[in-house]
């Protein structure tokens, strides 16, 4: 089992970004607006794939995307892909895919997504 999950990868989505409902720093609506959206987020078209990861176990593919040593798309299982020169830390309310099986990042653990 071990090695199945070595050779297996994970397809690592963030929510997408929903700033462009904003005018400005101080648009309050727009603020409210885009966090609306994002805590309305629909799986998977308000997603964005922005990595692949080298392993099959969504605990790994979550640590492996998180900056702790060093930028997270510098670490070698990581395929990112996204432009620019950076992308934030996967964290709770994103998916980790695994062989067409997409897992929500809860506070505490994952919950399977249809």
């Keep these: 089992l071990l090695y199945r ?3 297996m990868s994970a397809e690592v989505y963030h929510k997408r970004s929903f700033r462009e409902l904003m005018k400005d720093d101080r648009d309050w609506e727009g603020q409210h607006a885009m966090l609306q959206a994002q805590e309305n987020a629909a799986w998977p078209k ?3 794939h922005v990595a692949t990861v ?7 593919a979550f ?11 510098e670490n070698p299982q990581v395929i990112y892909n996204f432009e620019g020169e950076g992308c934030r830390s996967t964290s709770v309310g994103d998916v980790v895919s695994i062989e ?3 897992f929500l990042c809860e506070g505490c653990g994952w919950s399977e997504l249809e």
């Design 46 to 48: 308000d997603y964005v």
């Design 100 to 102: 067409g099986k997409a």
């Design 54 to 60: 080298k392993t099959g176990d969504r605990e790994l």
């Design 63 to 73: 640590q492996f995307t998180n900056s702790i040593e060093r930028a997270w798309w």
């Design 5 to 7: 999950k070595l050779q």
